[in-house]
């Protein structure tokens, strides 16, 4: 079979993934914000998938499998992002394809779960900087920080994520110290953090050291908000099987990366051979550690 072919052929997981929907729709068992599309998303994440290339510059699309294809634009459906918007990426896992929120992703989320959210701001707090917060019936609250712009050439000490309505009434606040944002960073299995505690050189978050340590305090945030939301189960599942911190890794940190919530793998491979595929998944399983893509951004 060409390549061309293969890719092709693979283009069909885009109408099963929308007959999943559409089937999990009508049995109320999927729930989807109103004004979301998934025919929409699916149309361009499939776009998207078709520039997207491993780091060894070869198509996911000829190097990927089509459960893990399948697999990986369900759970973009199930969460209700758009890659076009920047909500979500995809990154090839060795054979796999995982589909990763973006931090406008769980931002969005995060807004859905709760509508009064209007405001999402993270700083990151330099030695130097006048930082204090106080806790008032277990939810903590910033009370003061002044930073000086020399200090931010400074060792960073923490971060903070505060959630904010439409008035500026403070929802939820996270704080993080630099040591606690370090230690989530050690679940990648590239190691950005030395033994030493400095980063590694060349690293992502070495390199976009502030950009990264927002990115885990928002997301840190962002998903206590989604969790504590009265979503489907079908959604709250999916949102829990996503890695622990797994938003700060470039692309070759990804950490047992679950799949999906649903194993196309029997529904491919019938339908490959022209049977007619199973209409209920299983729960899938984490790929190997192989090749990895490239993270497309922030």
């Known amino acids: 079979m060409t390549q061309q072919k293969a890719v092709a052929k693979k283009q069909d997981v885009v109408s099963m993934v929308m007959g999943k929907v559409t089937k999990l729709q009508k049995n109320n068992q999927l729930v989807l914000p109103p004004n979301y599309s998934p025919q929409n998303a699916l149309m361009s994440a499939w776009l998207e998938l078709q520039h997207i290339t491993t780091k060894n510059n070869q198509p996911v699309l000829q190097v990927c499998s089509q459960a893990s294809i399948a697999n990986a634009l369900y759970e973009m459906v199930i969460f209700g992002l758009n890659p076009a918007k920047k909500q979500c990426y995809f990154i090839a896992y060795g054979k796999q394809l995982i589909m990763q929120p973006s931090r406008y992703g769980y931002e969005t989320m995060a807004r859905r779960a709760d509508p009064r959210i209007d405001k999402i701001v993270a700083e990151v707090v330099y030695e130097g900087d006048e930082f204090e917060y106080e806790i008032k019936f277990g939810e903590k609250y910033i009370t003061k920080h002044k930073q000086k712009l020399a200090n931010k050439n400074n060792q960073p000490e923490g971060a903070y994520c505060v959630l904010l309505d439409g008035k500026g009434n403070v929802l939820k606040t996270e704080i993080m110290t630099y040591e606690q944002i370090k230690k989530s960073w050690q679940k990648s299995p590239m190691r950005p953090v030395l033994e030493n505690g400095e980063l590694k050189k060349g690293s ?43 938003e700060e890794a470039k692309v070759e940190e990804i950490v047992e990366a679950e799949t999906a919530t649903v194993d196309f793998d029997e529904e491919v491979e019938k339908q490959a051979n022209g049977e007619q595929p199973k209409q209920e998944g299983k729960k899938g399983s984490s790929p190997q550690e192989e090749d990895l893509g490239e993270d497309p951004g922030f």
């Open 204 to 246: 992502t978050h070495a390199e976009f050291l502030e950009e990264m340590i927002k990115k885990t305090v928002i997301r840190r945030a962002c998903k206590q908000i989604i969790q504590s939301s009265d979503d489907s189960d079908l959604f709250v599942e999916t949102v829990n099987n996503q890695t622990v911190e797994v």
